[in-house]
């Protein structure tokens, strides 16, 4: 209404117009007030003086703080804001874009976010990706098997680690094809061997022994290490079918375990 609107411009410029020592005491003010706002539920006044300090061109911790107030006072309005963080040069605008990713509910702000990860720059992917794992996002899941697969070798990490902490089957086979790439991909397979060896339950036991007759000579070596390391004795008839295998190398890792 127009009442509103006077009141936000009489309160904007009584914060740029006060002495600049008095402006962070009073944007802090402001802060509280919003905050304040946001926890009663009033969101649309909360976005007000959240909007009113970030206007008001202050120090940068006071800025990040009402840009994340602000972006949940808007909730689903807010993701062109959170967004706009997330792509921010400064690293500060980057990592409370995340935080706020973390706070922000919904499926909308999953998706915003699944469609950022493919068009961040490299070094943020595995960040964003984690933040999708930390909202527990249905999406996180399927994301991270196809990170798992290709990208920089930090967000192939990054995603073995999102599909260890997950704990979904579903990821096995993605991280034995992954854990078989010893040359092409030395760092990201010693990541999938070591969360294989730690996977808990019988399903990393039964997916282990299916890969044994896979064509694939990497995978069924990875699957006969992994074996051992787990100190699988159930699978000693499925070793000793491959250890009459035609690859020289499996042969051997079979007879070693």
Known sequence: SMIERVEISERAARLAEAPAAA???LAAGCLRCAAGFLAAGQDAEAARWYD???????TVP??????????LARGRAGIPLLLEQLRAPE???FQIGLRTARELPGDEVAQALLAELPRAAPERQPYLLLTLADRGDAGAQSAAAQAARSGSTSLRIAAIAVLERLGDPASLPVLLDVAAETESAADVAGAARTALA??????VEQALVAALPRPESGVRRAAIELIGQRQMSAALPALLQVAADADA???AAALKV
């Open 23 to 25: 402006k962070p005491a």
């Open 198 to 203: 730690r996977w808990v339950g019988p399903a």
């Open 249 to 251: 190398a499996t042969r």
């Open 62 to 71: 006071l800025t990040l703080e009402a840009t994340r107030g602000l972006i």
């Open 91 to 93: 690293k500060a605008f």
């Open 52 to 58: 009113l300090v970030r206007g008001a061109q202050l």
